[in-house]
């Protein structure tokens, strides 16, 4: 089983929808939750960041995190074609020397006019 | 602007080659990473840095090889390149913290014919 595991999509929605896009983990030593967008043909970016369980919200963009049932969520709302692009999920973990993300697979989301 | 640049954006080599990616930040972080990214999959953790001549292996490192001589500098070698490490490779480098952002090179498509 992976650490990470994350609906690879596509996901094709109206512009103007509620975008929900999902992630489940199984390693409880998890603290930091993150959230990445990659465009086609570039590096992925820092989306969002959230430490502990509950919401944080940030303009149209709203991530969750459930550690009870090690579930994290990203909602957009009033879709934009502008979000067209992979959402990837990813944890830290803190090694002796370093800290790694661990990152799901990537939900390739769409969103037409 | 912050910035990890790698230097190419696209590759084709032969079965048998030595192959050498670069990637320079500017941003004087400690940790520097190397990824692939394959359909499916998402991003796997090949190699990191967190120190100058210092490396450990990620979850894939078979095939590859790692150099740091400088701080700012992260090279990955393909001793000896191989159909299946066709693949997007990207150069990420990041501060120690847990909760830190990541910082993505534009990624290099590799081609191994």
């Given at each position: 089983q992976?650490e990470v595991?994350q609906d690879p999509?596509?996901l094709?929605?109206?512009?103007g929808?509620?975008?929900?896009?999902n992630?489940?983990y199984?390693?409880?030593?998890?603290?930091y939750f993150?959230?990445?967008?990659q465009?086609s043909?570039k590096?992925?970016e820092?989306?969002?960041?959230t430490?502990?369980?509950?919401n944080?919200?940030?303009?149209?963009?709203t991530?969750?995190?459930d550690k009870?049932?090690?579930?994290i969520?990203?909602?957009?709302?009033?879709?934009q074609?502008?979000?067209?692009?992979?959402y990837?999920?990813?944890m830290?973990?803190?090694?002796?020397?370093a800290?790694?993300?661990?990152f799901g697979t990537g939900?390739?989301l769409?969103?037409?006019l | 602007d912050?910035k990890?640049?790698?230097?190419?954006?696209?590759l084709?080599?032969?079965?048998?080659e030595?192959v050498?990616l670069e990637c320079?930040?500017d941003?004087d972080?400690?940790?520097?990473?190397?990824?692939?990214q394959?359909?499916?999959?998402?991003?796997?953790l090949i190699y990191?840095?967190?120190?100058?001549?210092?490396?450990e292996k990620?979850?894939?490192?078979?095939?590859?090889?790692?150099?740091?001589?400088k701080?700012?500098?992260?090279?990955?070698?393909?001793?000896?390149?191989?159909t299946?490490?066709?693949?997007?490779?990207?150069?990420a480098?990041?501060s120690p913290s847990?909760n830190?952002e990541?910082?993505?090179?534009?990624?290099?498509?590799l081609?191994?014919?």
């Open positions: 992976k595991e999509g596509p094709s929605v109206p512009e929808a509620i975008v929900s896009l992630c489940t199984s390693n409880s030593a998890f603290q993150m959230w990445y967008r465009y043909r590096g992925p820092l989306l969002m960041y430490y502990s369980s509950g944080k919200e940030d303009g149209r963009f991530a969750q995190v009870s049932s090690k579930y969520s990203l909602f957009i709302r009033d879709s074609p502008s979000d067209s692009a992979t990837l999920c990813a830290p973990r803190v090694t002796g020397t800290s790694k993300l661990t939900t390739r769409q969103v037409t | 912050v990890v640049t790698q230097s190419s954006r696209y084709v080599k032969r079965t048998g030595k050498f320079v930040q941003m972080h400690e940790n520097m990473f190397w990824y692939r394959d359909p499916g999959l998402g991003l796997r990191f840095s967190y120190d100058v001549k210092m490396k990620g979850d894939i490192p078979e095939g590859y090889s790692v150099s740091r001589e701080k700012e500098r992260f090279s990955l070698i393909l001793e000896s390149a191989s299946n490490q066709t693949s997007m490779y990207l150069c480098s990041s847990e830190t990541a910082f993505f090179g534009q990624g290099t498509r081609t191994v014919v």
